[in-house]
């Protein structure tokens, strides 16, 4: 069964940092794309940063670019986004998504971890 | 940045069939994918590259994508369809190229 769990969230106060991970388990982590998606309170879903399998490209959204890193450990089955600078938009809940075919598109998702940047 | 565009709100009885579009420019040219959110769930894919449908996902479910306009049709709608739908693309040509439509209620009457 594909599981990915999501960790690290909290409360955190404006130019701040925080580093978000997922434990994958259940397929071959190595062999997949991964994402991170993000939903602010109340509004809908907006795709943040994509990861190719062996990390040869990496994808931002236009709001994060620069101030958050995605990157990924296939060895641990985890991938991570640190987001630095962080600013009362970035308060949402942040979701971990498997890519099947590329980062084109999202088959399986965590729960999800709340982050609030809030002073 | 490539834009989709989602009617806010779609409202269907039970037993009929809930069409809820995606708009875009030349969105016929993309592979449109869609997924359905309950309150307090996480996202779950119900349709990917237009047409297709993730296995345990019932065939009531279906898409299809032409000119400027992608729909997700739901058939037979059930109470328990009742969730947030959003549309997907990944636009190719873009630096940033994960875009997602603004979503839309689907209510059952």
């Not at chain 1, 971990?96 to 729960?111: E, L, M, S, T, V």
């Not at chain 2, 959110?37 to 479910?61: C, H, M, N, T």
């Amino acid at each position: 069964e594909v599981q990915l769990v999501e960790s690290g969230g909290g409360l955190v106060k404006p130019g701040g940092s925080l580093r978000l991970s997922c434990a994958a388990s259940g397929f071959t982590f190595s062999s997949y794309s991964m994402n991170w998606v993000r939903q602010a309170p109340g509004k809908g879903l907006e795709w943040v940063s994509s990861i190719s399998s062996s990390s040869s490209y990496i994808y931002y959204a236009d709001s994060v670019k620069g101030r958050f890193t995605i990157s990924r450990d296939n060895a641990k089955n985890s991938l991570y986004l640190q987001m630095n600078s962080l600013r009362a938009e970035d308060t949402a809940v942040y979701y971990c998504a498997r890519g099947p075919a590329g980062p084109y598109y999202f088959d399986y998702w965590g729960q999800g971890t709340l982050v609030t940047v809030s002073s | 940045s490539y834009v989709l565009t989602q009617p806010p709100s779609v409202s269907v009885a039970p037993g009929q069939t809930a069409r809820i579009t995606c708009g875009g420019n030349n969105i016929g040219s993309k592979s449109v994918h869609w997924y359905q959110q309950k309150p307090g769930q996480a996202p779950v894919l119900v349709v990917y590259d237009d047409s297709d449908r993730p296995s345990g996902i019932p065939e009531r479910f279906s898409g299809s994508n032409s000119g400027n306009t992608a729909t997700l049709t739901i058939s037979r709608v059930e109470a328990g369809d009742e969730a947030d739908y959003y549309c997907q693309v990944w636009d190719s040509s873009s630096d940033h190229p994960g875009v997602f439509g603004g979503g839309t209620k689907l209510t059952v009457l």
